[in-house]
């Protein structure tokens, strides 16, 4: 029955190192965290997780894990690129083999009649 | 009054086509079907091997020139290359002609599915036999394997007659006795 609690606080735990709880519920997180070892543990190593990631970001001292930022712009752009090699590519595949069938050559796929 | 011209029957040559289907296999090659189509020197041979994607059909001709003969075939190709968008088949038709000398008895092998070699080949030997006359074309065929669709026909092109028709006039034609006796050259004046 211990470990849905525990998946409950975890989650809670998460919330908190995002900032995303309310005064209340962090004093509630605070006093279980003072009794569970096993929740502290694990509150430990979701901050060790974040100083790798805040590190790998080239930010160590960040106060939160920097998130990668999508521009509108450059969404857009990197579509419109996506698109035109689709379209180039199956441009010039129609070239190269046409329509259904294989792409061998015709004369490969005629008979042919061999005097022995 | 018709008269009739037909061409007289010439020095009587039988020519032979016997054949046999062949499919690799890993150990010897497996004889599928086999047969022979004889018949005079303009008899054609029409074979047909059909399959789920792919349907060959050759009409195969002779042309002798001394002691070799020219076998001239019009292949009549559908290979299956796909599906439409409401899921019907789609066939691609290719017609073409092959044209190979060789001599009487030798064996041409006749790839229908393509150069590639794979598949079945055809073993063709072209025989000529001197006859009497000239006798009705022949044929036979021996499907070993019976779940192939393989069909073998004699073909003989029709047969050329020239008619010539005279129109006889009556009042001109006949003498007078005749015509007083004869109904229809009354009735023609």
Known sequence: M???IHDQWLVQIDAELDGELSLVERAALAKHLATCVHCAGARASQLEVRVALARSAGNPHAFVVPRPVIRPGTLTLWVAIALGIGLLAGWGAHQRWGGPGSGAPLEETRGTIVVH | MLSFTIPMQGPGTRLTYRIRVIEPAAVA????????????????????????????EALFQV????????????FFT????G??????PVWEDDTYRRVVRLAWNDTARVYPFGSS????????ILERAFAGGEARPAEEFDVVDTTRDFRLEAVVRPRRAHVVLNRLVPSTSFPKSHRASCSWCSAAG
């Not at chain 2, 599906?83 to 019907?88: C, F, N």
């Open chain 1, 2 to 4: 211990t470990e849905p």
């Open chain 2, 29 to 56: 090659p497996r004889i599928l079907a086999s047969g022979a189509v004889s018949g005079p020197l303009d008899t054609d041979m029409r074979l047909t091997l059909r399959s789920d994607s792919v349907e060959v």
């Open chain 2, 63 to 74: 042309t002798p020139i001394g002691d070799t003969v020219n076998l001239g075939a019009e």
């Open chain 2, 78 to 81: 559908k290979r299956r290359v």
């Open chain 2, 83 to 88: 599906r439409s968008r409401r899921g019907l």
């Open chain 2, 117 to 124: 070699r794979r598949g079945a080949w055809v073993e063709l």
